[in-house]
């Protein structure tokens, strides 16, 4: 399996754990504005931090996120560094 297809695959995967993580990071930007109270605060904290599902879900998350960077910059340089050679040989 070539990396483009693998990092699709993960992406797929992923996706809606870091929606979720994402989401619940711009909600917890008022958290000191008293917008919501403090079990709901709690709530999110939890569900962010992925401590409401499992302890360690947070760690597979995070190397799922660098797995995902990781990959995306060695397609986007190598994507360049075609264009580049191409680009060469044309003039």
């Keep these: 399996m070539n990396v483009r297809k693998f990092h699709r695959w993960v992406g797929v ?3 809606p754990f870091f ?3 994402a989401v619940t990071g711009i909600v917890l930007f008022w958290r000191k504005d008293d917008v919501y ?3 709901t605060k709690d709530f999110l904290v ?5 401590e ?4 360690y879900i947070g760690i597979a998350l995070a190397i799922g996120l660098i797995f995902m960077t ?3 910059l060695k397609m ?3 994507s360049n ?5 191409e680009d060469g040989n044309v003039n």
């Design 81 to 85: 560094r075609k264009k580049s050679q």
């Design 70 to 72: 990781l990959t995306g």
């Design 76 to 78: 986007f340089f190598r």
């Design 37 to 39: 109270g403090e079990k």
């Design 46 to 50: 939890g569900l962010h931090n992925w």
């Design 13 to 15: 995967a992923f996706a």
């Design 52 to 55: 409401i599902a499992a302890k």
């Design 19 to 21: 929606l979720i993580t």
